[in-house]
């Protein structure tokens, strides 16, 4: 068991902080939307957009 961690130490390392990057994305994400911001987009050109008056409540 140990010859494998420390034969796989390298890959267990670059997974655990793939993970914690991943994480963090989908936090800020949900956070953001809990704080009512998009999370689709930020570009503040969504008058051409279908979809702009059911992702952006009118104001």
Avoid: E, Y
């Amino acid at each position: 068991m140990l010859d494998w961690l420390v034969n796989n130490i390298g890959t267990i390392i670059i997974c655990a902080v793939l993970i914690l990057i991943v994480g963090a994305v989908i936090f800020s994400m949900v956070r953001k939307k809990m704080q009512g911001k998009s999370v689709s987009c930020n570009c503040g050109s969504c008058k051409s957009c279908a979809m702009s008056g059911k992702c952006h409540k009118p104001k």
